[in-house]
């Protein structure tokens, strides 16, 4: 048995008897984070467009002995959204952690991007975190709970051709601060995890390029890209009990990243 199954193994159990919902969860940071937050007692629903990843996902958290189910409904659609967060709450009786992960992007030079090129980029990590936000504090109004809302280092500093993607991510981090101070007298704390570069299959096409990678890895002051596994432990942090005076944070999860001004490259 390896160190990180052992940890696994001896989970503490933060969150036995808790329901969370995890979007985009069929792949890289939603599916470290459901089967780290089933890992430590939660019933765990995780959502996408593609069915077939999250059965994948399931099976793994049920082969360790969690509780997860699939539902398939596209973020970037209100009324699948919705749906699929009020349907989950009346199943389990409640709502308790909510992870608005779910994200899409375009990119192009700001001279050269389309108008609908540039507004894809608002519908799911936007619109989509403002919908799963408004159902979610509905829901928990009377018991309380947790909402992680997902940026990136691209809503905190600049990158070329990003520019549609980086509005939203930004739009991201101070929509959930209004969120927390409206959501704090009822106990219902949001927060942010913000990542840079973490190995996903959204990334898989920069990093398989030895150069690039290397370049990347230069640009960070531990010397490395981050694992998904790295920022669900991240998550678990805002989803528990830990984090109890916690709410309206934005928590970089970078490896340095964004404290360092630049890098010499070769």
Known sequence: MTSATSKQATAAKRLEGKVAFV???GTGIGKATAI??????ATVVICGRRKGLLDEVVA???HA???AEAVQADVGDEAQYVAAIEDAAARHGRFDILVNNAMAYTWGA???ISTEDWRANFTTSVDGTFWGTRSAIKLMKESGGSIINLSSICGTLGSPWM????AAKAAVINFSRVAAVEGAPHN????VIVPAVVETPGTAGMLT?????RNTEKLIPMGRVGQPEEVANAILFLASDESSYVTGAAIPVDGGRSAVLVTALE
Do not use: T
């Open 110 to 112: 700001i001279d050269a």
């Open 65 to 67: 002995g969690g509780r």
């Open 60 to 62: 793994q958290i049920e």
């Open 23 to 25: 979007s985009g969860g």
């Open 209 to 213: 390029d030895e150069k690039a990678r």
């Open 163 to 166: 520019a549609g993607y980086s």
């Open 188 to 191: 219902i704390r949001v927060n």
């Open 36 to 41: 780290r937050l089933a890992a430590e007692g």
